[in-house]
């Protein structure tokens, strides 16, 4: 699941042998295809978790998908995250009240990744050569957010930010089934540093390779 319908269409057309596109409603493409002879959908989500929490629900109430995958460009954060590295978020740390109002005052649930899964994509990271950081994520519920204290958050561990993790693993507990997100470092919040295009599309096709790679080894 990329948050990008386009970068959906990207992975689709790129890697899935014989794609078919079975949705475009409001532009947020949907692909189903092989990869090495096992079946995968690519399905955009949108961005946030509002949007996000719509088509994950919709996958599995209706169409009884049991694993996801985001995959996506985050902000890095911390100083041992460098541009291009790829990120496998353990947990999801968010400013959203979607924890606040699935549980209420009080609990303060922490959403984390189905470990089978963190698990295979890291030892698979290492068998591919990718370079790789296991950790937190932040989701953020604004893009733009001068309020935000990123020091503190890197302080306690934070690696990266962007807008949906959270949401993810919360709804995955919730329907029990299985997610991780596996992102592509493009920007750096403290450096200021940036990929270019051509380096975006370097460094993602090893974030997409690694999440299908991933896929079809915990395949039953």
Do not use: W
Not at 18 to 27: F, I, K, L
């Amino acid at each position: 699941m990329p948050g990008d319908p386009l970068r959906t269409k990207f992975i689709a057309e790129t890697y899935l042998d014989d794609p078919v596109q079975y949705s475009n409603v409001r532009n947020m493409f949907g692909y189903t295809g092989t990869y090495k002879g096992k079946r995968i959908s690519v399905q955009g989500s949108g961005m946030g978790i509002p949007s996000l929490a719509i088509y994950t629900t919709e996958l599995i109430k209706e169409y009884g998908v049991k694993t996801i995958y985001r995959v996506g460009s985050c902000g890095g954060m911390s100083p041992d995250v460098k541009i291009r590295d790829v990120i496998l978020g353990q947990a999801g740390t968010t400013d959203s009240s979607i924890i606040q109002n699935t549980f209420g005052p009080g609990m303060y649930y922490s959403p984390i990744a189905d470990f089978g899964l963190l698990d295979s994509a890291y030892h698979t990271a290492q068998e591919m050569n990718i370079k790789t950081k296991v950790g937190n994520i932040f989701a953020a519920d604004r893009f733009y957010n001068d309020e935000l204290d990123i020091h503190k958050l890197i302080d306690y561990g934070v690696l990266a930010t962007e807008m949906e993790t959270s949401g993810l693993y919360l709804l995955a507990a919730k329907h029990h089934i299985r997610a991780l997100t596996i992102l592509t470092v493009s920007d750096h919040l403290l450096t200021g540093e940036a990929l270019s295009a051509k380096e975006r599309e370097t460094s993602f096709d090893e974030m997409a390779r690694l999440s299908l790679e991933t896929a079809v080894k915990n395949m039953k």
